[in-house]
C-alpha cells in the first residue's frame, strides 16, 4: 500500500499501471516494426525514432489509451465480470487514442503515429491486452505479496474494515486471522480465522503478521500493552482500527473521534501553508477556467433562455469559511420559483421541480461553473467540501458532531466526498459525507486538489453528476 497524492494506492494498481504501460508501449513499438517491414519501407523506424520523436508520439498514444481504460473504471476494479464487456471496454479505450489522434491531426500533426503503425499497433493491443488483464485479476494480483493482518478484537469498526477488505483482496491486505475474549469464540465474518483469546497474542506471532490492527470496545485492563511494544520494536506495525479505516475507506471515522483528540491532534487541522497556497493556485486556475469555458457557458445560459422562462443564473445564499455567509452562482436547473411552496428543501431522484435541460446540466456538473467566479472572489476553493444552506447548517449542526469543524477551509466546487460518494439526501449520507470531507481537510495539499479535480473531469464526462 502506498500513499501518492495523500491517497492510500494499493501496491497492485501501482504495478498494473507500470506493467500496462510498458505493455501498450511495446504493442505501437512493435507495429511500428511491422508497418516497416509491410507498408513503409527500410529505414522507417530508425527515422520514425531518432529523428521524428516517435517515443514521444508513442508515449501520448499510451498514455490516451491508459485514460480510456481508466474511463471504463478498469483501475477501479480487477474483478472480470464479463470477457465480453472487457473486450467492448479496451475496444472503446482504443478508440479514444485513434479520436486523440484525429484531432491532434489537425492541430500538432506532426505528432501523431504514422497511419499503419497505428493501426497494426492497435490491434496487437485488442489482442494482447485482454488475455494480459484476465491473467492479472486471476492469478498475478494474489503474488504480489498482500501484507498479513492480524486483529486485536472485533468492534463494530474493524467488523466493516474487515468486510471492506474481503471485498476488495486488491488493496493488498490479507486478513491472517483474529484475537478475542468473547464467549462463545463465533467468527464475526465469514472466511476469518479466531485464532485465540487476546492472552494468546505472544503464541500468535507464530503467523508473522505485519501488522497488527487493534479494535477492541474497551481497551481498560485489556489491552496486553507490555506485548504490543515488544512487537512493535520487532518490527510489526501496530495501529488503531481508525487507521485502518480511513486507508481502507478514504474517510475518517467520526465514531472514533474524542473531542480530547481534535484538540491534541497535530494532523486533522489545516495547515496555514496549504491553506494560502491553495488560494493562489486557486485564483489563477478559475480565472484560466473562466476565460477556457466562457464559450460553453453562454451555450448553456442561451439554452437555458429558449427552454424555460426564469433567469439564467441561480443565486443562492450558502455557508462558507468560518461559517461566513455568502452569495453562490449556479446555472438555473429548476424551474423558476421551485421552492416558493416548499420551501428550502434537499434534491431528491426524479425531483419535479428540475427542468429537462437542468438535469443534463447538473448529471454533467455543467450548472456549477457559474461558481469559477465564487473562485475568484474568494468565496470558494476548486477542491473542498460543498457549501450547505444556513437552514440545513443549522439543523445538521445539531443532530451531527463536528459537522461545523467543516467550514473551517473554504468551501469547493468538487471535493473529495463528491467523487467519493453518491448524491446523498438522508442524514445516515450526510454523516459519510462528513467523514470523507474531514479527511480532505486533514489532508488537504495541492497534490489532493490535483487528484480531485481529475476525477471531476471522469464524473463530467460520464454524466456522473448530482441529482
Known amino acids: 500500500m502506498f500513499r501518492i497524492f495523500k491517497v492510500f494506492v494499493p501496491a497492485s494498481v501501482i504495478a498494473l499501471l507500470i506493467c500496462e504501460a510498458a505493455i501498450l508501449f511495446g504493442c505501437y513499438a512493435l507495429g511500428v516494426m511491422l508497418a516497416e517491414r509491410l507498408f513503409e519501407g ?3 523506424s530508425r527515422f520514425f525514432y531518432l529523428e521524428d520523436h516517435g517515443a514521444i508520439r508513442l508515449l501520448i498514444v499510451t498514455f490516451t489509451i491508459m485514460f480510456g481504460l481508466y474511463l471504463n473504471d478498469l483501475y477501479e476494479s480487477f474483478h472480470i465480470s464479463s470477457r465480453i464487456e472487457l473486450i467492448q471496454q479496451v475496444c472503446l479505450a482504443v478508440g479514444v487514442a485513434f479520436l486523440v489522434q484525429a484531432l491532434m491531426s489537425y492541430v500538432v500533426g506532426g505528432w501523431i503515429v504514422p497511419r499503419y503503425s497505428m493501426i497494426l499497433g492497435s490491434a496487437l493491443v485488442l489482442i494482447v491486452l485482454p488475455p494480459w488483464r484476465i491473467l492479472y485479476s486471476t492469478a498475478l494480483v494474489s503474488a504480489i505479496g498482500a501484507e498479513r493482518v492480524l486483529f486485536l478484537g472485533t468492534s463494530p469498526i474493524l467488523l466493516e474494515v474487515a468486510g471492506k477488505l474481503l471485498e476488495r483482496p486488491a488493496i493488498g491486505l490479507r486478513i491472517v486471522g483474529y484475537l478475542d475474549d468473547g464467549a462463545g469464540g463465533e467468527q464475526p ?7 485465540g483469546q487476546i492472552s494468546d497474542l505472544k503464541k500468535a506471532t507464530e503467523i508473522r503478521p505485519h501488522r497488527i490492527v487493534v479494535g477492541l470496545s474497551e481497551r481498560r485492563d485489556i489491552l496486553p500493552i507490555q506485548e504490543l511494544l515488544e512487537l512493535r520494536f520487532a518490527g510489526v506495525r501496530i495501529e488503531h482500527a481508525a487507521q485502518l479505516y480511513e486507508t481502507a475507506f478514504g474517510r ?3 465514531r472514533e473521534f474524542r473531542p480530547s483528540d481534535l484538540i491534541f491532534s497535530s494532523e486533522l487541522g489545516p495547515r496555514v501553508s496549504s491553506i494560502s497556497l491553495q488560494t493562489f493556485y486557486c485564483t489563477i486556475f478559475s480565472a484560466a477556467l473562466l476565460l477556457a469555458t466562457a464559450p460553453i457557458m453562454l451555450l448553456v445560459a442561451l ?3 429558449l427552454t424555460s422562462p426564469g433567469p439564467i443564473l441561480y443565486r ?3 455557508v462558507g469559511k468560518s461559517d461566513r455567509p ?16 416548499t420551501g428550502a428543501v434537499w434534491a431528491t431522484r426524479n425531483d419535479p421541480r428540475i427542468t429537462p435541460l437542468g438535469r443534463f446540466l447538473r448529471k454533467s456538473r455543467l450548472d456549477e461553473l457559474p461558481q469559477l467566479y465564487n473562485v475568484l472572489r474568494g468565496d470558494m476553493a476548486i477542491a473542498g467540501p460543498r457549501p450547505e444552506r444556513p437552514e440545513f447548517v443549522k ?3 445539531e443532530k451531527i458532531p463536528y459537522y461545523r469543524q467543516r467550514h473551517c477551509v473554504k468551501p469547493g466546487i468538487t471535493g473529495w466526498a463528491q467523487i467519493n460518494y453518491k448524491y446523498g439526501d438522508t442524514m445516515a449520507d450526510t454523516l459519510i459525507k462528513l467523514e470523507y470531507d474531514l479527511y480532505y481537510i486533514k489532508n488537504i495539499s495541492a497534490s489532493l486538489d490535483a487528484y480531485i479535480f481529475f476525477h471531476t473531469i471522469k464524473t463530467m464526462l460520464l454524466s456522473r453528476g448530482a441529482q
Open 42 to 44: 527500410p529505414e522507417f
Open 316 to 318: 443562492q445564499t450558502r
Open 303 to 305: 439554452a437555458i433562455r
Open 189 to 195: 465474518l465469514p472466511g476469518i480465522e479466531r485464532i
Open 395 to 397: 439543523t445538521l449542526s
Open 326 to 341: 455568502f452569495t453562490v452562482y449556479k446555472f438555473r436547473s429548476m424551474f423558476a420559483d421551485a421552492e416558493a411552496r
Open 252 to 254: 475518517v471515522c467520526t
